[in-house]
């Protein structure tokens, strides 16, 4: 029976939290987990040096980050919106969102990755999550973690994921 490894890992600006877990198709076992916080960044402290920060406590931890990696994005760089769109066949459904997300957010959609989650499908229509992000910033994150040697898998977002 094979064994599958994930680690999820959430990245913002006050910490560096992950949990890495083994399954089965019967069972999932926690084999590892941590949550490292970060120094405040200041006013006066770039963006680029707070960066450089989180970067170093990858480094340190990158060999905790174990099979395949999914990134859970912090919802305050999110967009997140629920719509009810008419009834929509799936082809057409991406171009729909992505012209709703256009109409939604303060960025040009060319500047964001956006992407949706059907909730419910009935008589009255389709009703969709649609999720955006600044293509910067999932970039940003992307390239700290190739420059360590992690892949993404997949990228989420961290709803009501911290307490």
Known sequence: M?????????ITEDSVAWSTLQGTRKRVL???????????ADDTEST????????????????????RISLAIPTEQVLLKVLDLPDVDDEDLPGIVEIQADKL???PVENMVVSH?????????????????????????GARLTDLGL?????????????
């Open 30 to 40: 926690e084999m590892d987990q941590g949550d490292f916080p970060l120094p405040k």
């Open 105 to 107: 957010s303060p960025f």
């Open 117 to 141: 989650e059907v909730l419910r499908r009935d008589e009255n229509g389709t009703r969709v999550l649609v999720a955006a992000v600044r293509t910067s910033e999932v970039e940003r994150i």
């Open 2 to 10: 094979a064994k599958e490894i994930t680690t999820g890992l959430i």
């Open 48 to 67: 680029e040096a707070h960066s450089e920060i989180i970067g170093a406590v990858l480094k340190e931890h990158s060999g905790r980050f174990k099979g």
């Open 151 to 163: 892949s993404v898998r997949r990228v989420d977002v961290e709803v009501l994921g911290a307490l």
